[in-house]
């Protein structure tokens, strides 16, 4: 029985590997309104009484590097439904889906979150800031402190989750046992299927000097 819950974690932790690294779902939310000054919901921040300007929204996402962020979301959303699609969809039809997913909009979404949170003020020391060596230096080495502190993250996480499904080993094995008595079929395992190899977060490559 022992070999039960260790074969089914595996799925259930390699589903929540593709989760954390997955950076869109095929239906995304819609963006809410820009809230007023003063209306922030219980432990959000307020809206500044002055949000950053559209100009300055677009020189804080060329400093930061959102033409590559785009390129990096899409990758993941198209890796997303190619493994979704069955294998009977024509390539036609992927084409579409890549050639539509680079017309998306993004900017437009990313200019209101930064004014949901951003005041005009703070987005001009911000953006002295990174305009200094230090802000420089700071952009450079972001993607990889997000990096590993994704994958740190991720691996606690299944460490955790993986200790905490051992400590309730007999309590699962259990359940499994009087699932199949009351259902006369095989229990289904813990969590989501596996996923297909290959999805494991990887370091953003060095820029070249």
Do not use: C, W
Not at 51 to 80: C, F, V, W
Not at 114 to 143: H, V
Request: glycine residues 4%; hydrophobic residues 40%.
């Amino acid at each position: 029985m022992h070999k039960f819950v260790v074969g089914a974690v595996a799925p259930f932790l390699l589903a929540v590997s593709v989760m954390a690294q997955t950076s869109a779902a095929p239906a995304a939310k819609p963006v809410p309104p820009l809230p007023t000054a003063g209306s922030a919901k219980p432990g959000q921040p307020p809206a500044p009484a002055h949000p950053l300007t559209i100009e300055q929204a677009h020189e804080l996402m060329q400093l930061t590097g959102a033409d590559q962020t785009k390129s990096r979301l899409i990758e993941n959303i198209m890796a997303y439904f190619q493994r979704a699609f069955p294998p009977f969809v024509p390539a036609d039809v992927k084409t579409d889906m890549k050639a539509s997913l680079d017309k998306m909009d993004i900017e437009g979404p990313i200019v209101t979150t930064y004014q949901r949170y951003l005041s005009t003020e703070n987005a001009t020391q911000i953006i002295a800031f990174y305009k200094t060596p230090a802000g420089k230096d700071l952009l450079a080495i972001t993607p990889y402190l997000s990096s590993e502190i994704q994958q740190t993250a991720l691996k606690n996480g299944q460490d955790t989750a993986r200790a905490v499904i051992e400590r309730h080993k007999a309590e699962i094995e259990a359940a499994q046992k009087t699932y199949e008595q009351q259902h006369a079929a095989p229990a289904p395992t813990l969590g989501a299927p596996a996923a297909p190899s290959g999805t494991a977060p990887t370091t953003p490559k060095k820029p070249q000097q």
